[in-house]
């Protein structure tokens, strides 16, 4: 696919899934502008690459209002924009604290919704004066969590399912206006994600106050684990949905089964109502 005059936008762009996408769109021709709360590793990535890096909290909405304003400065559009950047903090509901929930509902939920504020509208605008097929595409990363329950990742699936009901009502809403919407909902990849507490503000409790360390599912059920994949297969995905009509990016075969019996419940649920 043939990128060039293209923008992408990427939240969590300096490492990871965001970093690999990143890569592969430049590769496409692509201008890139990658956004992450980490400044030292984004200039490093955005020199490589020839991006524009913007420091960038997805939970706050200013920062994100800039990130958008600074793009459109720069390149005057935005073609591509992934909602990437999110955390995560593992262990027993019952043992999350109210700081644990408030962090991952500011980076998690909050993130993408800053997202759609600040890119959205004008994404709109740009689609309906040049009209024909996917004009933009809006993206998000969900999880596997945002699908089926995880033990011990009670306050990630909240928000993650969250970040699923957002793409399906805007990938309904923007059907005839240009705008392809997806939600990347994988297992297990190769991120730094488990280290996410090296990055959480004071104003929700630190890099200190980390209630558990993120649980591995397969210490938990091993039927949600899944293969631990690398970044650039999950990302290769991505690209390969990018303006087309694919809502649902699920990299692990291995989720079929889950997904499926928790939909089969909700099913049975209607054949068997109380009495």
Not at 65 to 92: C, H, K, Q, Y
Not at 172 to 181: C, M, T
Request: hydrophobic share 45%.
């Amino acid at each position: 696919m043939d990128l060039l005059g293209r923008v992408a936008v990427i939240t969590g762009g300096a490492s990871g899934i965001g970093l690999a996408t990143a890569k592969g769109l430049r590769e496409r021709g692509a201008s890139l502008v990658l956004a992450d709360i980490e400044k030292g590793p984004l200039d490093a990535v955005a020199a490589k690459l020839g991006a524009l890096g913007v420091v960038c909290d997805v939970s706050s909405k200013a920062s994100v209002d800039a990130l958008a304003d600074a793009t459109f400065s720069r390149f005057g559009r935005a073609d591509i924009v992934f909602n990437n950047a999110g955390v995560a903090v593992g262990g027993p509901t019952v043992d999350m604290t109210h700081a644990d929930w408030e962090w991952l509902m500011a980076v998690n939920m909050w993130g993408p919704i800053h997202g759609v504020e600040a890119f959205l509208p004008r994404m709109v605008e740009a689609a309906k004066a040049n009209p024909g097929p996917a004009r933009g595409h809006l993206l998000f990363t969900s999880s596997f969590a945002g699908l089926t329950p995880n033990v011990g990742l009670g306050p990630y699936c909240v928000t993650k399912y969250g970040v699923v009901a957002l793409a399906e009502v805007l990938h309904k809403e923007l059907r005839n206006d240009g705008i392809a919407v997806s939600v990347l909902c994988p297992m297990r990849v190769a991120t730094n994600i488990g280290k996410s507490e090296r990055n959480r503000p004071e104003e929700f409790g630190g890099p200190d106050d980390v209630s558990h360390e993120v649980l591995d599912q397969d210490e938990a059920n091993e039927e949600l684990a899944g293969r631990v994949l690398p970044v650039e297969f999950v990302a290769d995905q991505v690209l390969a949905s990018l303006f087309t009509d694919r809502l649902y990016i699920v990299p692990h075969d291995e989720a079929r089964k889950a997904v499926r019996r928790r939909f089969e419940r909700i099913d049975k649920a209607f054949e068997n109502p109380p009495a």
